[in-house]
Nanobody
Framework: QVQLVESGGGLVQAGGSLRLSCAASGSSFSINVMGWYRQAAGFQRDLVAT???????SYADSVKGRFTISTDNAKNTVTLQMNSLKPEDTGLYYCKTIVEIGGRGYQYWGQGTQVTVSS
């Protein structure tokens, strides 16, 4: 089992910045990918950004140039730096990881952290 704990959400004005962090804990696992997804009220959960264990990143078009995803592999954490925030960035942000345990792949989700951007 792997547990994900997110932090860093909150309320910010448009144009502001927030930093989300997610820490993975458990035993005997190796992380393949970590990422952030967001879900606005009444909408599906969409990918925001991912980063592989090798450092390859992927971003949704809507956040390119504004958000930066990074990891601290030694601490099993992933961080999402969000700049120039817009009201449409509002939503519940979920951390997700894909790990390998005993040669098999598993995915885990965090509980979500709310980001609200006011206009």
């Amino acid at each position: 089992q792997v547990q994900l704990v997110e932090s860093g959400g909150g309320l910010v004005q448009a144009g502001g910045s927030l930093r989300l962090s997610c820490a993975a804990s458990g035993s005997s696992f190796s992380i393949n990918v970590m990422g952030w997804y967001r879900q606005a009220a009444g909408f599906q959960r969409d990918l925001v950004a991912t980063i592989s264990s090798g450092g390859s990143t992927s971003y949704a078009d809507s956040v390119k140039g504004r958000f930066t995803i990074s990891t601290d592999n030694a601490k099993n954490t992933v961080t999402l730096q969000m700049n120039s925030l817009k009201p449409e960035d509002t939503g519940l942000y979920y951390c997700k990881t894909i790990v390998e345990i005993g040669g098999r792949g598993y995915q885990y989700w965090g509980q979500g952290t709310q980001v609200t951007v006011s206009s």
